[in-house]
């Protein structure tokens, strides 16, 4: 799915968290959003989800308004740093959760169900810990299995906020390459917030730099590397 965003705006009180900001995000495409702390890399997330409404501007979705749809509505698949999965479930059950959370004529058969888990811990290549709590698994484990729960509702679009930062550098490479894996068998429009420029060097197709609510520059990262389009880029990726 292609991701337009058109002038948007977000003001909490008086402070502009985004100015009007806008951005084409190709159908497909992994795009990371990149930029120092507060520079409102969240703010952009959360309004793509639909956790956040804008101020002003519009997001548009394959070309039609989407700016008013609600979170279900925008079938997005979340991974966030600290997505805590329910401690008293399952990892099987986890996964599942927001299959069996729909209303029942929307919910698939039990065994429809059973075989998309199955097939999900297959992708994050952990085929054997469905009947394992979340307190067995280790930090990279957990969010393997955070980004199987987002894939299991055959999201349109993968919004992840930092979900590596709390892992170590070790863990953190091996999952960027699991997530471009599953990016390029899914083919599923991906934006990928960190403030990590390696990270995001290394993972997108198209880094989007922002700093205090604008975007600097967007482009393919061998181009950014090589041509910086502003000082506050240059220093940025230079650190
Ligand atoms: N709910 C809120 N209420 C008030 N201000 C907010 C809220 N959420 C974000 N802000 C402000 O908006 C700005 C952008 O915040 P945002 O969380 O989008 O930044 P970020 O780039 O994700 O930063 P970080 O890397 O620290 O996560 C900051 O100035 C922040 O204080
Ligand atoms: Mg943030």
Redesign the pocket.
């Known amino acids: 799915m292609q991701i337009e965003i058109d002038r948007i705006t977000k003001l ?2 008086a ?1 502009a ?1 985004l100015h009007p900001v806008s951005l084409t995000i190709p159908s497909g495409a992994l795009v990371s959003l990149l ?10 997330l959360r309004i793509l989800g639909g956790l956040e409404y804008p101020s002003g501007g519009r997001v548009l979705f394959d070309g039609r308004d989407a700016t008013a749809l609600t979170v279900q509505e925008r079938r997005a698949g979340f991974v966030f740093q600290s997505y805590a999965l329910f401690r008293h479930m399952t990892v099987a059950r986890n996964i599942a959760y927001g299959l069996e959370a729909r209303p029942r004529a929307l919910r698939p058969p039990r065994a429809e169900i059973e075989r998309r888990v199955a097939r999900l811990l297959d992708l994050i290549q952990l085929p054997d810990i469905g009947a394992r709590y979340p307190s067995q698994l280790s930090g990279g484990q957990r969010q393997r299995v955070a980004l199987a729960r987002a894939l299991a509702i055959e999201p349109r679009m993968l919004l992840l906020d ?1 979900p590596f930062g709390a892992l170590d550098a070790r863990v953190r490479k091996e999952l960027r390459q699991g997530l471009r894996d599953i990016h390029d068998k899914t083919g599923l429009t991906t934006v990928f ?1 960190t ?1 990590d420029q390696h990270e995001a060097m290394e993972l997108a197709d198209l880094v989007v730099i ?1 700093s205090m ?1 604008r975007i600097e520059q967007i482009g393919r990262p061998q181009d950014i590397l090589e041509r910086p389009a502003t000082s506050f880029v240059r220093a940025f990726i230079e650190i």
Do not use: D, I, Q, Y
Not at 35 to 44: A, D, E, R, V, W
């Open positions: 909490f009180g402070t968290a930029g120092p702390s507060g520079s409102g890399k969240t703010t952009l930092e917030v403030h922002m609510g």
